[in-house]
C-alpha cells in the first residue's frame, strides 16, 4: 500500500518536472534548418542607351572634268570646227572633206563617206555663219569688204547644201529614209522649191513617197 503511494507520488513528481523543463527546452533549441538572410540585391546599373546612328550623306559625285582645248599662243583667236581633226576652217578644207567622201562613195565606204560628208556640212555651215557676221559688220563701213563677205557667205551656204543632198543620198542608199528625210527638207527650205538644188532634194521627196505632189508640175510655166 505504502510502495504504491511512493511509486504514484514518484510520478507525479517526474512529470512535473518535465513540464517544467520543456519550455525551457524548447526555447534552447535551435530550429533545424534555418533560414540564411537574405543577401542584398546588387543594384543593377542603368543600361547605357546606344547612340543613334548617324545616317552618312551620300557622296557628291564629282563632275567630271570638261577638257580644254589647248590655244595657239601665236594666233588664239583662230577657230577651228569641233570634232574635226587635222582640218582647218576654210574653203579649201570643206572640199578636201567633200573629195574624201566621194571617194569613200565610189569604193562603197558609205561609213566614212557619212562621216565626211557631215564633216564637210559643219565646215561650210561654220564659215557661212562668220561670212554673214563679217557682211553685217562691214554694211555700211565698207561696201568693197561687205560685199565680198556676202558672196563668201552665199558661196559656203551653196557647199553646205550641195554637201547636205550628197548626204541624203547616202542615206537614202542605206535604206534609212528617216534620216534622209529631214536633211532634203533643209535644203528645199535654204535654197527654195524653185532652184534647182531644191527641185532635186524635193524630186527626192516624191521618190521617197514623203509628199505625193509632183513639182514642177507638167505644163507648169
Do not use: C, W
Amino acid at each position: 500500500m505504502n510502495a504504491a503511494r511512493l511509486i504514484r507520488f514518484t510520478s507525479l513528481s517526474l512529470i512535473t518536472v518535465l513540464g517544467l523543463l520543456s519550455p525551457a527546452y524548447a526555447e534552447v533549441k535551435k530550429p533545424s534548418n534555418p533560414v540564411s538572410p537574405a543577401k542584398p540585391t546588387t543594384q543593377t546599373k542603368p543600361t547605357t542607351p546606344a547612340k543613334p546612328i548617324t545616317q552618312t550623306k551620300p557622296t557628291t559625285p564629282a563632275k567630271p572634268t570638261t577638257p580644254v582645248n589647248p590655244v595657239n599662243t601665236d594666233q588664239p583667236n583662230t577657230l577651228s570646227p569641233t570634232g574635226i581633226s587635222g582640218n582647218i576652217l576654210s574653203i579649201e578644207g570643206g572640199d578636201r572633206l567633200i573629195k574624201d567622201a566621194e571617194q569613200a562613195v565610189t569604193s562603197q565606204n558609205y561609213t566614212l563617206a557619212i562621216k565626211k560628208f557631215q564633216e564637210a556640212r559643219q565646215v561650210y555651215n561654220q564659215l557661212s555663219s562668220i561670212y554673214q557676221d563679217l557682211n553685217a559688220s562691214f554694211t555700211g563701213i565698207d561696201i568693197r569688204a561687205s560685199d565680198s563677205h556676202r558672196k563668201n557667205a552665199l558661196a559656203t551656204a551653196q557647199k553646205r547644201d550641195e554637201a547636205t543632198y550628197q548626204l541624203a543620198l547616202v542615206h537614202r542608199a542605206q535604206n534609212q529614209p528617216e534620216l534622209a528625210i529631214p536633211l532634203l527638207v533643209q535644203i528645199i527650205k535654204s535654197q527654195n522649191p524653185t532652184r534647182e538644188l531644191g527641185k532635186k532634194a524635193y524630186q527626192q521627196l516624191l521618190e521617197l513617197g514623203f509628199v505625193d505632189v509632183p513639182f514642177p508640175r507638167q505644163g507648169n510655166k
